[in-house]
Nanobody
């Protein structure tokens, strides 16, 4: 049985940094493409950054390039999102996600939330002074 728990969210001032993590169990994380999505109030869930399982191709939206970094610790079944130079528009609930398929060894479906197979419960990130 899959269990996925997001943690590490909180309140941070603009320009600050925050790390959020996702702990998974019940499956072998290294076989999955992983990603982080976010959903702000009144908006649809959007992909932020993802990385394929085998060939480590990374995709991200332009607004977070150079500021957000995704990483994984397969031995511990952990997924991390390091966020720096945070802006008010980054305020949202952040979700980790995973998908396993041969195709996603090469890429990851950043713009297709419907493709992802597991989701964390989400953690709130608020950027405000």
């Amino acid at each position: 049985q899959w269990q996925v728990v997001d943690s590490g969210g909180g309140l941070v001032q603009p320009g600050g940094s925050l790390n959020v993590s996702c702990a998974s169990s019940g499956f072998t994380l290294e076989n999955y493409a992983i990603g982080w999505f976010r959903q702000a109030p009144g908006k649809e869930r959007e992909g932020v950054v993802c990385v394929s399982s085998k060939w480590k191709e990374e995709r991200s939206i332009d607004s977070v390039k150079g500021r957000f970094t995704i990483s994984r610790d397969n031995a511990k079944n952990l997924v991390h999102l390091q966020m720096s130079n945070l802006k008010s528009e980054d305020t949202a609930v952040y979700f980790c996600a995973g998908v396993r398929s041969r195709y996603y060894e090469w890429t990851c479906p950043l713009y297709r939330p419907d493709e992802w197979q597991f989701w964390g419960q989400g953690t709130q990130v608020t950027v405000s002074s």
